[in-house]
């Protein structure tokens, strides 16, 4: 791994380390980090009141040249949603919760940007 992978892979351990703490600051129980199947990956599940939140986590760059919600292509969320159903079926406690995919983005400044209900 070079330096840049190595270095891209603890700004997203920081990022989702941010995100878990501003999650628990606004009430969310964290369940799961990096919940991870053959098929897929939820960095974030949590639940607050009835619903279970699978959150996806970026640290994102005010330079890059696309915006953050061109990240969930039709494959990322296939792998989402199957992540999301395996999840659910070995907990299923949580099958009467509502289900939202979400997006924590965390910006240069360390600021928490929470797009919910994503799909």
Not at 2 to 14: F, Q
Not at 70 to 94: C, D, G, P, W
């Amino acid at each position: 791994m070079g330096p840049d992978s190595k270095r891209n892979v603890l700004k997203g351990k920081e990022g989702e380390n941010i995100a878990a703490k501003l999650l628990q600051e606004q009430g969310h129980r964290i369940l799961e980090r990096n919940f991870r199947i053959q098929r897929g990956e939820i960095d974030i599940i949590s639940v607050k009141e009835n619903v279970l939140y699978f959150t996806e986590v970026k640290y994102w760059s005010k330079t890059s040249p696309i915006h953050p919600l061109e990240i969930f292509t039709q494959v990322k969320i296939r792998r989402m949603k199957t992540a999301a159903q395996h999840y659910l079926s070995r907990n299923v406690s949580f099958r009467s919760h509502f289900v939202s995919f979400s997006l924590a983005l965390i910006t240069e400044k360390r600021e928490l940007k929470y797009y919910l209900h994503l799909f």
